[in-house]
């Protein structure tokens, strides 16, 4: 069974920056693409940043320039840098990988918890 866990939201004032983590964990064949999407209330889910396995990398306009999406492949871990953290940024940010648990298996698609990043003065 896959996991992946998330850590790293909170609360931060504008211009400032946080650091979200997340790991995945269990049985898992291989990685594919990983990345960073988020939910505002009463908006839809939307894609923040994602890298490849190979380290390509993708971001929503409203992030670029900001925010820098990175990964450990010997980990199985990603990382969302936010920096000049501005107020619409609220959201909760949700970790998304694609994953082969096992050799053979189709790829899967999982998602973590989620972690609240709160941008307020």
Do not use: H
Request: aromatic content about 10%; proline content about 2%; glycine content about 14%.
């Amino acid at each position: 069974q896959v996991q992946l866990v998330e850590s790293g939201g909170g609360l931060v004032q504008p211009g400032g920056s946080l650091r979200l983590s997340c790991s995945a964990s269990g049985r898992i064949f291989r990685i594919y693409t990983m990345g960073w999407y988020r939910q505002a209330p009463g908006n839809e889910r939307e894609l923040v940043a994602s890298v490849t396995q190979g380290g390509s990398t993708n971001y929503a306009n409203s992030v670029k320039g900001r925010f820098t999406v990175s990964r450990d492949n010997a980990k199985n871990t990603v990382y969302l840098q936010m920096n000049v953290l501005k107020p619409e940024d609220t959201a909760v940010y949700y970790c998304n990988a694609g994953i082969i648990a096992t050799m053979g298996d189709g790829l899967g698609d999982y998602w973590g918890q989620g972690t609240q990043v709160t941008v307020s003065s």
